[in-house]
């Protein structure tokens, strides 16, 4: 079982631009959450997709989207990049039907770099 | 709404020394408990997690926490610590372990040979 794996590992942009990550989930899983993660601080919740639909979401501003695919893997977009948005963006998986107690497991994250 | 406070941001520790690593949280519902690791450069290991039942839960590596409900905490404790316990600890709530996770601020554990 490779787990929850993220792309890429370490990304570069300047303000303004757009970026996407990119996120496979665990096997068995059909859910996927979005995490931002600033440095010294703890992860903050973006959103999460189930049956490739928006099913929570955050305090994030619009510019902030994302995307579930039929084979549950995910993407999550960021338009017009501000320096603030520097942060290691954590993806994790869940399974719904394993009820409500069942964990949810994390990727080893993509680090953005906005200048 | 609920939410997470973790009292210390920094715990120096000696090796083999006792540990306890301190979180409150929030919630108008009821909620699932858990602790998180993160080793440096690297994502979030679940450690332990209260759902129900005993209120003591344990880890595989000797890690415990207690969830006590009239003082809103489920602080983390162990007995003896060694170097590969340097990391940061993050206690979460969730309404179900499939919502959202609402973390702490995280407590740096540095373990003092």
């Known amino acids: 079982d490779a787990g929850v794996t993220q792309s890429p590992t370490h990304l570069i942009k300047t303000r303004g631009q757009q970026v996407t990550l990119r996120c496979s989930p665990k096997?068995?899983?059909?859910?996927v959450s979005w995490y931002q993660q600033a440095l010294g601080q703890g992860p903050q919740f973006i959103f999460q997709?189930?049956?490739?639909?928006?099913?929570q979401r955050g305090n994030f501003p619009d510019r902030f989207s994302g995307h579930q695919f039929p084979n549950y893997s995910s993407e999550l977009n960021v338009n017009a990049l501000l320096l603030g948005d520097s942060a290691l963006y954590l993806c994790?998986?869940?399974?719904?039907?394993?009820?409500?107690?069942?964990?949810?497991?994390f990727g080893p994250g993509t680090r953005l770099t906005v200048l | 709404a609920q939410s997470v406070t973790q009292l210390d941001s920094q715990v120096p520790v000696f090796e083999e020394a006792p540990v306890e690593l301190r979180c409150n949280y929030s919630?108008?519902?009821?909620?699932?408990l858990f602790w998180y690791v993160q080793y440096p450069n690297q994502g979030l290991q679940l450690l332990l997690k209260?759902?129900?039942?005993?209120?003591l839960v344990e880890s595989i590596n000797g890690f415990e926490a207690e969830f006590n409900k009239s003082q809103t905490s489920f602080h983390l404790r162990k007995p003896s610590v060694h170097i590969s316990d340097t990391a940061e600890y993050f206690c979460?709530?969730?309404?179900?372990?499939?919502?959202?996770?609402?973390f702490g601020t995280g407590t740096r554990l540095t373990i003092i040979p």
């Open positions: 209260y759902l129900s039942g005993s209120t």
């Open positions: 979460a709530v969730s309404a179900s372990g499939n919502e959202k996770l609402t």
């Open positions: 096997s068995g899983h059909d859910t």
């Open positions: 919630s108008s519902v009821s909620v699932y």
């Open positions: 997709y189930y049956e490739e639909e928006e099913r």
């Open positions: 994790a998986s869940s399974s719904i039907a394993g009820g409500r107690g069942n964990e949810q497991f």
